[in-house]
């Protein structure tokens, strides 16, 4: 393989919409000042972010593998092919859910949606978890740039 473009795309964005939405309606019908604050504070700041949450993006970029959410790219990383030790296919758990977090399991889970992910071990330690809707064929690509196993 030459390279890797794969852009997942997902209804995670309309869920934080509704939130955002949810959010506006509480802080019209809440009689306190303060809960009138606090909701809309709230659902501008979800509002805000969902636009960063439409799709997720891997690329390869060289020496390097180009992670990043968008079409707001806010959230992005990248991954040098010369620190991955190894990496397979896998599934995230229930309680890893979506988005960028510390795993309950050890190790970084950039999630959009869906439990398919591709497990990512590096040579000092730790393990990134790419939730993908192209699973076999992101670990495929990896593998060709990093060796077997």
Known sequence: MDGYHHTQKAPLCLILYGSALLCFVLAVTIGD????????GVGLLIALLAPCFHNLTVADQGDVLSIRFGPMP???????YADIEQVEVGRTTILDGWGI??????????NLWGRDCVVVHFKKGGVLRIGTDDAEGLAGFLTTRTGPP
Not at 101 to 110: L, M, P, T
Request: glycine share 16%.
């Open 33 to 40: 000042t303060m809960g009138n604050l606090i909701a809309g």
């Open 74 to 80: 806010l959230f992005a990383r990248t991954v040098n």
């Open 101 to 110: 977090h510390y795993s309950i399991r050890g190790g970084w889970v950039w």
